[in-house]
């Protein structure tokens, strides 16, 4: 079946509700022309089944339209959004708060929800937000001031509005929530703030709490002896970028965010569980299952707050259940995700706080941060952040977007915790100005540089790389013609050969992408479509005259 | 090192020019504060955002000391300006470390005064400066405009580009060199480029933006096309020079 078949069928069957049950979710690769929930599919690949832009021609794309922000939006504000998709209903979240449904074929405007976070919320890097969840009729969005709200997706009213944290005390929720079956799965971003970080369900139809997984425990919870003396009280482990979900083995997948304060580790002597590490938890009841920690007792900022990405292939020649895990400390890594066990661990950026991963899957640290400043590879940024990775499974690629040769001085510093106070008890220099800082480069190329890696799983070698003056903060997508979409700071997006990375098409939109793309179809035409600067810019082929 | 005698010499100035009781203590506490909680947005020369010079001693939304404590405490509501939860204490300190980023450079003038006239004159003349420079409209294109450089740069800064015109470029003074596929050579300041192009402004004043597909080759110079003064003037010139310098505040801009 064709994808306009498909897309024309799923027009049919839903034309009458916007209704999306979990089992439409679920089984969103059937319904290619629509993108359901953050990565597109419970499996984080970010790949999308349609094929109507081709290689071929990809020389034929064309803007569409483009969605610009208004007041009471933040221009200037980053836009790190994954729009959804829903029956050629298009939603989107512009910063800080406002929620946006629009005409998916041509940008026009449904309504407009602008939420109005309180003067408490405290961000460390943007007031930002990464997307929305819907389910049935609603929407589920985080809030900068530490809130979890749903939405009418019909009229964007809102129906409730329940707190995960205190913004007073720098909690706030940034991610775009995940649907599991009946759950809302969410936690609350603020690792600068020494945050006490957990994941949460919450009902849908009321926002009340199911469960919560501390992702620092509390005493009497395993794990908590990885924390010298009281330091759990203020060990950070946020959560801010979207996990993923198996459904054979009822698992969801989640990065944990660094520990606090970030860059001192003295007097929170351990492995600080499970900041910067992935879970595997139980989605019905919030039980670990297993854990894997990239970077014990993290003392770079490094988070581990990527999309756990789930690929079904084989693994030295037999069919193997993997996760690959593109983490912001430089190293790639594959792991088994029915056990966590460590497989695979290689540096796809220069790395020099540690020289490799060893067979039990620790890391050979060299690097600490120390009162006088270490240089560090990668710098503060990572090798890579919360730009969404992606896997196709016709060309068996991981495509990573890569910041190469880059540094950080990292200093620790004696700092005392106090509510509310950005808690990191030193701080690290970086070789790139913040994505809001004017976008103009004129640094040397040496302290930095972009990159697309597409990297070989089986063995962590780039099989290529597209290169960029600027680094890129911009998600990845790939589609089932082979084709890669991304772009960067300098604003071009791009239609990249997923086999060689060879650039088939680019645009230019005049800002900085810093958002993952999506497609979907309407009437039978694919989009892609990606936040840029201030705007959403929509492309598909030129039609024929 | 530097960031001591950054700190040094604001408490100096602090001391000189304001004369309330701000202690290299408090400046190193906000120098603290600064590098962890504001540098991430604002840059440790705390001019990162477009617009805003934290080290310039002029804030828009603050009239007062005061005025700036509460807003460091609060944030800017509507702008990506946070608040940031801060005792009195600690919001003093800070505002103690910024103006000792914009007083600084007073103070190294203070301790070692020129004459800028005869900075002027050296300017005009013997050192030749405005065959590359410009200073109110007049001059060349080869190296960054000094209209304003006073309130930019601090005298110690001026005076090692003087002595080591490569030592401290800044990004926004990088010079270009490229060559056309026929050979000609553009020379110039780069003011940004990416994978695809430079955007310049050449010695001769003109923008120019080139693709990288027409060129043989192009090179961000790590070393400034500014001769060394080290041992064409005298340390009385150059103090003279640096004090002209100074001067230039852009007022007729």
Request: proline share 6%.
């Amino acid at each position: 079946m064709t994808a306009r078949a498909v897309s024309l069928l799923m027009a049919g069957a839903f034309m009458c509700s916007a209704q999306v049950p979990f089992e439409r979710i679920l089984h969103a690769d059937r319904e290619p022309q629509n993108w359901l929930t953050y990565s597109g599919n419970l499996n984080g690949e970010r790949y999308s089944s349609l094929s109507q832009i081709t290689a071929a021609n990809a020389k034929n794309l064309e803007l569409k339209w483009v969605l610009q922000t208004r007041p009471p939006a933040e221009s200037g504000g980053k836009y790190e959004a994954t729009s959804l998709v829903v029956d050629g209903v298009f939603y989107t979240v512009q910063p800080p708060n406002v929620v946006v449904a629009a005409d998916a074929a041509t940008g026009r405007i449904f309504w407009i929800h602008a939420y109005n976070p309180s003067q408490e919320a405290r961000l460390c890097c943007g007031r930002v937000n990464r997307g929305l969840a819907i389910l049935g009729n609603t929407l589920y969005m985080g809030t900068i001031d530490g809130n979890l709200i749903a939405l009418d997706a019909r009229d964007g009213h809102q129906i409730w509005s329940v707190p995960v944290g205190r913004p007073e005390a720098g909690y706030s929720v940034t991610v775009a929530p995940l649907v599991v079956k009946d759950k809302i799965i969410a936690g609350p971003a603020g690792g600068e703030y020494g945050i006490s970080g957990f994941l949460a369900a919450y009902d849908p139809a009321t926002g009340k709490e199911i469960w919560r997984f501390n992702t620092v425990p509390k005493p009497g919870e395993p794990g908590n002896e990885t924390w010298a003396g009281k330091s759990w009280e203020h060990g950070g482990g946020s959560i801010w970028t979207t996990g993923t979900y198996d459904p054979a083995l009822n698992l969801i997948y989640w990065g944990v965010g660094n520990a606090s304060p970030d860059w001192n580790g003295a007097g929170r002597e351990g492995d600080n569980l499970y900041t910067s590490s992935v879970i595997a938890l139980d989605p019905d009841t919030g039980k670990l299952k297993w854990h894997y920690q990239f970077t014990p007792h993290d003392e770079f900022d490094f988070d581990s707050t990527q999309v756990p990405v789930l690929a079904d292939t084989t693994w030295q020649g037999s069919p193997r259940k993997l996760m690959f895990f593109a983490n912001r400390n430089g190293f790639f890594y594959v792991l088994d995700r029915v056990t966590g066990e460590f497989l695979l661990g290689k540096a796809f950026v220069k790395v020099t706080w540690a020289t490799g991963i060893d067979a039990k899957g620790r890391p050979v640290r060299v690097g600490h941060s120390t009162p006088e400043g270490a240089v560090i590879y990668p710098e503060n940024q990572g090798g890579t952040n919360w730009y969404n990775p992606s896997y196709s499974p016709r060309t068996g690629l991981f495509y990573i977007p890569s910041w190469m040769d880059t540094h950080s001085v990292n200093t620790a510093r004696q700092e005392e915790y106090q509510e509310g106070n950005q808690y990191y008890g030193g701080g690290a220099t970086h070789d790139i100005p913040p994505l809001r800082a004017p976008a103009i480069l004129k640094r040397l190329p040496d302290s930095g540089w972009g990159a697309f890696q597409a990297v070989d799983p089986a063995t962590g070698e780039v099989k290529w790389q597209f290169k960029m003056a600027d680094v890129t903060d911009s998600g990845v997508l790939t589609t089932a013609s082979d084709l890669v979409f991304a772009g960067g700071r300098e604003g071009y997006f791009y239609a990249l050969d997923a086999r060689t990375g060879a650039v088939l098409w680019k645009g230019m939109t005049g800002g900085q992408i810093s958002a993952g793309p999506v497609s979907y179809a309407v009437d039978g035409k694919q989009y892609v479509s990606v936040a840029a600067g201030n705007a959403i810019f929509t492309y598909g082929l030129r039609d024929q005259q | 090192m530097r960031v001591l005698a950054c700190i040094l010499l604001g408490v100096l100035a602090l001391w000189a020019q304001e004369g309330h009781g701000v202690t290299p203590a408090d400046i190193q506490r906000g120098e603290q504060i600064f590098v962890t909680n504001c540098a991430r947005c604002h840059g440790p020369n705390g001019d990162a955002i477009s617009g805003v010079d934290l080290a310039s001693n002029k804030f828009r939304h603050a009239r007062t000391d005061r005025e700036l404590m509460d807003l460091i405490k609060k944030g800017i509501p509507g702008t990506p300006m946070p608040p940031g939860n801060y005792t009195d204490d600690q919001a003093s300190a800070i505002v103690a470390y910024l103006h000792s980023m914009g007083n600084a450079p007073r103070s190294t003038f203070d301790a070692n005064p020129g004459n800028p006239a005869r900075g002027k004159t050296i300017f005009d003349g013997k050192g030749q400066c405005r065959t590359c420079h410009r200073v109110n409209e007049q001059g060349g294109f080869t190296g960054p405009d000094l209209s304003s450089i006073g309130g930019e740069r601090r005298p110690a800064d001026l005076q090692r580009s003087l002595v080591d015109p490569s030592a401290g470029i800044r990004d926004t003074n990088r010079p270009v060199r490229a060559v056309t596929l026929d050979g000609t050579v553009i020379q110039g300041t780069l003011l940004n480029y990416d994978t695809y192009s430079l955007q310049l402004l050449d010695t001769s004043g003109k923008l120019r933006s080139l693709r990288t597909d027409k060129l043989r080759g192009y090179e961000l110079m790590k070393t400034s096309p500014m001769p060394s003064y080290k041992d064409q003037l005298t340390a009385q010139e150059t103090a003279d020079l640096v004090s002209y310098l100074v001067t230039l505040k852009g007022q007729t801009r």
